[in-house]
């Protein structure tokens, strides 16, 4: 009896398939960006060595967004990158617009490059009558159109779980780790602002061969918090406070500040997402702070460009690796460091 492989294989479809194959393998790459962040977009387009993909975004009277493909995308594989960072839902529908231009121009498959995804700190119920709204931006991205998501340290992984789609969240660590092993620290200790972030700091103490320390605070109201007791020995040592987003930059500052006061030699700090909203560009300028190290993930405040406390490591390459991965169909997971 013939089985169902000699059956195609004997047929018109074993030809229809080969030839599908070997389209797919060969289909064009296209890499457009949106204005969010065209620092860490040039730093991707550079790393890639390809010409940029040519959009028009612009913005009527009204505020609403308009977007133009202006070449074509038909059968292409279509990465578009757009950091979802402030202005937050102006910068999010510019995404979903531009994710909905690919789709109806007939794309073959569209990756969304998010290297800072909006709303991961809303990601459960932590009162009644209240949204998952992280939840919502990811139905919001994939009934755009988009068929896999690209981004960089969510603040709660299992975010991915939200999406019915592939997820690739890479991490900063290496780019960071990479850094202070070139800084001469005595004796470091990494600590985590909070309890939630202890794995990521472990994962660092690990990598420089260094202590662990935890910041023992509660949390007054929204985007306040005080410091409580430090749990972990940093008299005389070097200390980095290692966090995923900084925000208003309050609880950085006073942890930095309760450190100096229990013996810490040297305070550093490092997050991939700052954020830096409100009074967050003065809070740091007057801290104790050595340094804060942060990544490209978000355009810096322009308080801050000019000052010589805040250190950007750029994630560009990270990303053009993933990128170019995910368009020839091999492995990223080295990436997942």
Do not use: W
């Not at 960006?33 to 993909?53: D, H, V």
């Not at 995308?73 to 510019?94: K, T, W, Y």
């Not at 000019?306 to 368009?327: C, F, M, N, P």
């Amino acid at each position: 009896m013939t089985n169902f492989t000699d059956r195609v294989r004997n047929s018109g479809l074993s030809f229809y398939l080969s030839v599908k194959g070997i389209v797919l393998a060969n289909r064009r790459i296209k890499v457009f960006s949106g204005r969010s962040n065209p620092l860490l977009s040039n730093c991707i387009f550079e790393s890639l060595e390809i010409k940029k993909g040519e959009i028009e975004i612009v913005d009527f009277s009204d505020g609403e967004t308009s977007v133009q493909i202006q070449e074509n995308v038909r059968g292409a594989d279509v990465f578009a990158i757009q950091s979802l960072c402030h202005p937050g839902n102006a910068n999010l529908i510019e995404m979903l617009i531009m994710l909905d231009a690919f789709r109806r121009s007939s794309a073959e498959r569209i990756t969304a490059v998010i290297p800072y995804f909006a709303y991961a700190r809303q990601d459960r119920k932590v009162q009644p009558r209240v949204p998952i709204t992280a939840k919502l931006v990811a139905n919001l991205l994939t009934a755009a159109g988009a068929d896999r998501i690209i981004t960089i340290d969510l603040h709660a992984g299992q975010i991915q779980g939200f999406f019915d789609i592939p997820v690739d969240h890479l991490y900063a660590a290496p780019v960071m780790i990479n850094y202070f092993l070139r800084k001469d620290l005595d004796d470091p200790v990494i600590v985590s602002p909070d309890a939630g972030g202890v794995e990521r700091a472990r994962a660092y103490a690990k990598r420089l061969n260094a202590g662990l320390g935890i910041i023992d605070k509660r949390r007054e109201r929204a985007n306040e918090s005080e410091v409580m007791r430090i749990i972990g020995d940093v008299k005389g040592r070097d200390v980095v406070i290692v966090d995923d987003i900084v925000d208003t930059a309050g609880t950085l500052t006073q942890a930095a500040t309760a450190l100096v006061e229990k013996g810490a030699s040297r305070v550093y700090a490092c997050c991939t997402h700052s954020v830096l909203s409100g009074p967050a560009s003065d809070r740091i300028e007057d801290s104790v702070l050595e340094e804060l190290v942060t990544t490209d993930t978000i355009p810096l405040p322009e308080k801050l460009k000019d000052s010589g406390k805040v250190k950007i490591l750029t994630i560009g390459e990270l990303l053009a690796e993933a990128i170019t991965r995910i368009h020839e169909d091999s492995s990223v997971s080295s990436l997942f460091i």
